[in-house]
């Protein structure tokens, strides 16, 4: 997608509301809103937003597992299966 083909004007927006609204939500692409020229607002369907966001949170749990790698706060998969076990197994006796 290019962002060039995307900016629209603020006035543009008022008076085409519902065409845009289609527009995003048909194309999934996202369309900026300027205001005085200058790029204030986006417009992007929901499915987009969510995708994105989803994204940003398993970005975020892959730098802070990278961050526990540096700071030595892991243990072997095979240490960690086993604990998994016994708790599992502990529940089923209980």
Known sequence: MKYSESIKPIS???????EVVRDVCS???TMIITHHGEAKVILQDIHVYE???E???L????AQSSGSIERGEYKPACEAFDAIRKRIAQKQVS
């Open 51 to 53: 995708q994105t966001q």
């Open 12 to 18: 543009y927006l008022k008076t085409h509301a519902s």
């Open 55 to 57: 994204s940003l949170a």
């Open 27 to 29: 194309n999934r692409e």
């Open 59 to 62: 970005l975020k749990i892959l």
